[in-house]
């Protein structure tokens, strides 16, 4: 048998991180052959429901689970990690500015990416989850100058899993007849689901819709990227079973590589391609193989998406310059 894997979690009391740990102790996340040892962050006041979920999973008996330890200090959670799920942040309350949660997620993202830096295996892959997603994990890649940029991710695979969804319901495919979507830019209602590229059964998924901009444009995109806010309408609380079963995607695909011929999404440092500034996190469609993951090139970008793009490239940009300005980066 293989050595435990050490998977790392923040924010591990909140509401994805009990939808998360479950899945990753049943061995969703690494496979049915990986043993694993979970490390859950929390905040002190928080320390003692995570010692509650801790209780719970020890009631699971899992098999494949080696160990639970609880730490309110970032150094110490992250010592000798191998997988980290950085899922705690600080929301956006009433009345805050921009600027206020910004400096708000640096104080929690700063000293999470320098203890990184410090104590993690040379193997790490980092995940965030908390928002704003991926400027959060350019402040903690920012701090682990000793670890390479592009082991730094956001998630976007929800955004993707949801334009799978949507787009399934609209041509009444199942979701496995669906390939090749990408979800480019911000995890935000600004990102952008490429169905030009996409394929319904083989088909053009553009096509396959009726070449139907209005709906791409009016309907799709803003149902996609707004779905969030429609689910804590719904469910009066935000995603989170959901948002974990995308976490569990994402490194699963990151560790096991992507289907011969499709792709996934992923917000990763932009290396310019698509004319996207450079260090940014902002996703791709990207294809893995071998634990790397690149993106994917050559793909066909029209005005529309061209236009859309821009935009959700912009609001990044923004960002950068904001955390960039309060010296967080
Ligand atoms: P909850 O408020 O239920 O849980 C957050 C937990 O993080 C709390 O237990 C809190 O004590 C803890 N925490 C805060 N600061 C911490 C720190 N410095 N170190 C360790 N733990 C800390 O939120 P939940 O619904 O679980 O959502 C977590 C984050 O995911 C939010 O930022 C949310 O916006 C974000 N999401 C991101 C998504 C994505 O697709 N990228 C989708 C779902 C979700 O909205």
Request: charged share 20%.
């Amino acid at each position: 048998t293989q050595s435990p894997v050490n998977v790392t979690v923040t924010g591990a009391a909140g509401q994805i991180g009990y939808a998360l740990l479950f899945r990753i102790a049943s061995g969703a996340l690494l496979g049915p052959d990986t043993p694993v040892k979970l490390r859950l962050l929390e905040i002190p006041q928080a320390v003692k429901a995570a010692e509650g979920t801790a209780m719970e999973l020890d009631d699971c008996a899992f098999p494949l689970l080696q160990g639970i330890d609880i730490f309110d200090d970032a150094k110490a959670a992250f010592d000798g990690v191998n997988v980290a799920l950085l899922v705690g942040a600080r929301p956006r309350t009433k009345g805050m500015e921009r600027a206020d949660l910004l400096e708000a997620n640096g104080g929690i993202f700063k000293p999470q990416g320098e203890a990184i830096n410090a104590g993690a295996a040379s193997d790490v892959k980092v995940l965030v989850v908390g928002n704003p997603a991926n400027t959060n994990a350019l402040i903690a890649q920012a701090h682990a100058p000793d670890v390479p940029a592009e082991r730094f991710t956001a998630m976007t695979r929800l955004d993707h899993n949801r334009a799978i969804a949507q787009l399934a319901k609209k041509t009444g495919a199942a979701t496995t007849d669906i390939t090749n979507i990408a979800i480019w830019g911000n995890h935000s209602p600004t990102m952008f689901p490429d169905l030009y590229n996409a394929k319904v059964k083989g088909q053009n998924a553009f096509e396959a819709v009726g070449s139907d901009l209005d709906w791409y444009r009016d309907e799709y995109q803003p149902t996609v990227g707004k779905r969030g806010a429609a689910i804590i309408e719904a469910r009066g609380a935000s995603s989170a079973a959901s948002a974990a079963s995308a976490a569990i995607d994402h490194i699963r695909t990151w560790v096991d590589g992507t289907p011969e011929g499709d792709w996934t999404s992923m917000a990763i440092p932009s290396d310019g391609s698509y004319g996207v500034p450079e260090g940014i996190i902002s996703s791709f469609p990207v294809t893995v193989k071998d634990q790397q993951y690149s993106i994917v090139q050559g793909l066909e970008i029209p005005a529309f998406a061209q236009e859309k793009l821009d935009a959700t490239v912009a609001e990044l940009v923004g960002e950068r310059d904001a955390v960039k300005e309060l010296g967080l980066i």
